[in-house]
């Protein structure tokens, strides 16, 4: 596809980075935007945006568009990605498609008919340290993988009208995780052991979900992962990832904000992690968008895709029934 | 206790390196040891111990004793320690003291009857790093604990023979986590989930043991630990623990054969792990016994005592039956 | 003052560099480029650029220019920015200005008379590692400074061509560690001992240069610093820098390609220093050109000013007059 | 030579710890010590010395002995290991021999008629961290050597009164990185250039020395050293050494007092270097006397000799000339 025509919905916070991060690609132009609030109308208008929409269908018709980047809320992406397939264009979509399973395949569905590539944002894969664990790792570097280990907590809770509509930690936060102990060792997930508590704010427990997690999964092939999650560490963002295998292990360590080490007669000091996704992900959001744009240039498959999506959402359901039980649960389980 | 007079019982590799720290401690004289081979009988007569016995009882009419250091094998423990507590004598034992919880029970409770002090060799715990780590939670560094992670990695597998009797992965080498678990953040445990798997050697799952696995712990305040366990990395032994807590988190790492770092053309190259526990933990069996020769002189609690060892032993067991049953398994389904 | 009107001369590797990135800021427009070769005018057509001339003089008539940054090769640096100064406009020019003390001096004359603002690219002063450095130094976190150590190595060298022409060594590179050794501690050098040798290539020999050096500078309050160079690290781009003072110390690291950390039975493996100066000052770049920006917009003093560049300058004339004579040589010899 | 007799004379600090780790060797026996002071001999009483004294010349009458380990006052060292060669007895001294140069080069023949061993005290050979590197780079792993840094600051001054008898800081301090740049690269150094400042106390100027150098070692083969030194660092022991070649680096790190980390929301803390030299080399002094013994035992080369001495107090009187008229003194002046 020669310079193909992008349009982004929902210019929110990660609307805005897509935005910018599209209008600095060469081989790619953006024609069109929407927003139903004025004061992203009016970032696109800087931007130079030709055509401005209020809503997502007005943008369809205004011009013809090749690939859209939904940014929007969670509750608007099947429906905005449904009508973007049946007109026949290609989607990149952050994630979730949708908190309903039904939903989800009855969407992928449509895709999949429709003939149009879609790729959800799971943006870690585009994050150079966790690239460099699954290059390693299938180039056999530590031989056949054991254990997948993965840290993943936020510097701090989301508000809690934010947790009630998420799905909760396991499928707002978590889900990124499920998605990166998949995409590390390239492996299907098969059962799901989840325990999990309210240790950082009632609140949390009072909307139904818990703030503190250790999720087991066990691949198909009997090796395992586990996952720990927390809603608020004090030292800010905290990723990493471990696999461990039969030849060797991979650790990759979170981004610090610099390297300096102050020796004082109290200790060593250093600086912490980059404080959040935006900061330690800034790179891999214009990493995914470009590798989108050439999957759409070579017309190949998209680096992550609706099935991608689908799994992950299926590992979360199932890690939501394995707390609620106290057992774990086996993906077959689910749907 | 002026001087005390001490015995070793068992001079093979474990009861070699005590026997040589007891010998360096001042305050202290070793009048006796025993083992029933020659070779071990010998290398006390090197060491000019006046009394030298060939079995256990033997030793204990040779000469007053004041303490036992007891290093022979595993089935043994149990015995030696009812017979030297009878006798009168403290003993400090090497772990498991069986692997039957009723024995254990039996036991500590003739223990305890005789009012002898009895010591368990949890050798971590005083090692310069796990010690480190309690310390800094104990101060309320990381504010309330919320998760503990421990890495366990040996270097290699036991032979099939002793994994046989050593009780398997869990009452043999997870113990050792177990009670870490327990000493880093002083709580106890409630609830396990054990997931494992045969992934390094196949004759370990003829022998009905695994080799690799996850456990989750769950306190009884609702706070949670997870293990990570395999037998065989190639890299070497990988001892590592993380606290994180509401207001911090502090690790600890593993100790190198040295710091250097070489750079060049293919990357930085750095040494490896002390190879396995003879090095990671030679200051700790130093620490270990010197501590226990303190509290006989004091006339103090022992730093790590008979129900430590009972209640990693039933953590262990549950561990056991949580992996039987694949489901969560509550401390007081033991026993 | 609003929105400044910048032109750019020179789009080599550096003029594209920094074309980019003011194009990238808000509150500040391109309104010029130049270039002699076709492909650098080509460049800035694609970015839209409105006057694009092919000589310095033609480029100042075309349109009223407030700001012009002047990445073309060393030799026209001083007279653009006489140029410039004399048509009123502000300058940000890379390093040097020249070569020779004496036009270097009568350009600073020109510019102070002429009211314009000039800006020198001493780019790592706008690094986060070496800012950090300073601010912590600045604030009395090391107490008072009594050493200041800088590694500074390159990959490879450059052609003979660009030796000859460059100054050579202390001018060409460890100008940039002279500025460096003011810069972090705030104090003027007052001695200079170098030390070098032709260890990596002989024609750097031939062509009457050094390429392995160790230089130590004496500030005028008696404190040191000591400067290490290399034309050729087989392992990448080597840019520390190391404070020590009275009560405490503060290093900075290099950056790394990523964090991952490859344990296997050879030893532990991580990922090399990003490459040059490209990869590793990318964020400096942007940094100094908006804050260069920033002065104007302010009305400020420029973050690096001409007698920045004066001071460099004549630490590296000493430098060359050193090594040539085996001793120490005060700045007051120079000029 | 089987089991050969060992004597230490003087049983101040340093005396201990080497009688300590004799009385722990295999095949080596101690028959006799000597110190001025009571409580000296009866630390030797303690451990069960058959001989005793409270002189040199005394001790050599009293029992047949083979080796003597010298760790009585600097200025007593050349006439002792004189009185022990002219004995036929081998001899490990403390560093230096003497201050004088004539005296070491008058007692070194002596030594060397007599026909007998004499070993240097160079702790830091013995050392894992600065043993690496020079195996390292012996083994071509940096390629050919271009540049050694050495960093070597204590964490506090000795009093005047030891400065005053020292030598000051190059005989008394910088020895042992004198030392260790000819160890590293195996390479003679011709040329010192030192610089050097008083900025910690006064009364260190007062007395005639400095407490703060850099100084730079030129090799035969015109390679580099750089040393910095400071008498007192706030944060502890601080001994690295870096050496830098034409295909690659080595770095050596200090060795710290545990490996934690603390992350908390002012930042990531770590524990401080090991506080001095006791606790820093404790087992560099195990090796040294062990490689001691070796070399007795096969009849080799000592590990240091007498050499190693002239060569080092050579370099530090030419970096006293080199400080005093502040210009580069060549070795060959010495003397």
């Given amino acids: 596809m020669k310079k193909p025509k992008f349009a982004v919905a929902g210019l929110g916070r990660i609307g805005k980075i897509h935005l910018g991060n599209i209008c600095q690609m060469e081989g790619v132009q953006v024609v069109a935007a929407m927003d139903p609030l004025e004061e992203g109308r009016q970032y696109a208008r800087n931007k130079n945006i030709p055509y401005i929409a209020s809503n997502f269908e007005e943008m369809l018709t205004m011009t013809p568009i090749d690939?859209?980047?939904?940014?929007?809320?969670?509750?608007?992406?099947?429906?905005?990605?449904?009508?973007?397939?049946k007109a026949g264009i290609h989607v990149?979509?952050?994630?979730?498609?949708?908190?309903?399973?039904?939903?989800?395949?009855?969407?992928?569905?449509?895709?999949?008919?429709?003939?149009?590539?879609?790729?959800?944002?799971?943006?870690?894969?585009?994050?150079?340290?966790?690239?460099?664990?699954?290059?390693?790792?299938?180039?056999?570097a530590v031989g056949q993988p054991h254990l997948v280990k993965i840290t993943s907590r936020d510097p701090?809770?989301?508000?809690?009208?934010?947790?009630?509509?998420?799905?909760?930690l396991f499928l707002d936060m978590t889900i990124?995780?499920?998605?990166?102990?998949?995409?590390?060792?390239?492996?299907?997930?098969e059962e799901v052991y989840a325990k999990g508590a309210v240790l950082i704010d009632e609140a949390i427990g009072?909307?139904?979900?818990?703030?503190?997690?250790?999720?087991?999964?066990?691949?198909?092939?009997?090796?395992m992962a586990v996952i720990d999650n927390s809603r608020e560490a004090s030292y800010g963002y905290d990723q990493r990832v471990?696999?461990?295998?039969?030849?060797?292990?991979?650790?990759s360590n979170n981004n610090f904000m610099d390297s300096h080490k102050l020796y004082n007669d109290k200790g060593i000091h250093a600086a912490l992690p980059l404080h959040f996704f935006l900061e330690r992900y800034r790179e891999a959001y214009k990493n995914e968008i470009c590798d989108f744009a050439k999957s759409l240039e070579n017309d190949d498959k998209t680096p992550v895709d609706g099935n991608?999506?689908?799994?992950?959402?299926?590992?979360?359901?199932?890690?939501?029934?394995?707390?609620?039980?106290?057992?774990p649960v086996k993906i077959t389980e689910i749907f």
Same sequence: chains 1, 2, 3, 4.
């Fill in 67 to 85: 690939a859209i980047v939904i940014c929007s809320p969670t509750d608007t992406h099947a429906d905005y990605v449904e009508m973007a397939a």
């Fill in 242 to 251: 471990e696999v461990f295998g039969s030849k060797g292990m991979v650790q």
């Fill in 308 to 327: 991608d999506g689908l799994q992950s959402l299926k590992i979360g359901l199932a890690a939501i029934k394995s707390l609620r039980e106290n057992r």
């Fill in 92 to 140: 990149f979509c952050e994630k979730p498609l949708d908190l309903s399973l039904e939903r989800v395949v009855e969407v992928l569905d449509i895709v999949n008919k429709a003939g149009v590539k879609l790729m959800l944002g799971f943006n870690r894969r585009f994050d150079k340290e966790f690239r460099k664990v699954k290059d390693l790792v299938k180039t056999g």
């Fill in 206 to 223: 009072r909307s139904g979900d818990i703030d503190t997690a250790v999720v087991t999964l066990t691949y198909s092939d009997g090796t």
């Fill in 176 to 189: 990124h995780d499920f998605d990166v102990a998949r995409f590390v060792v390239d492996k299907e997930v």
């Fill in 156 to 168: 701090g809770a989301p508000p809690i009208s934010y947790i009630e509509k998420s799905g909760g």
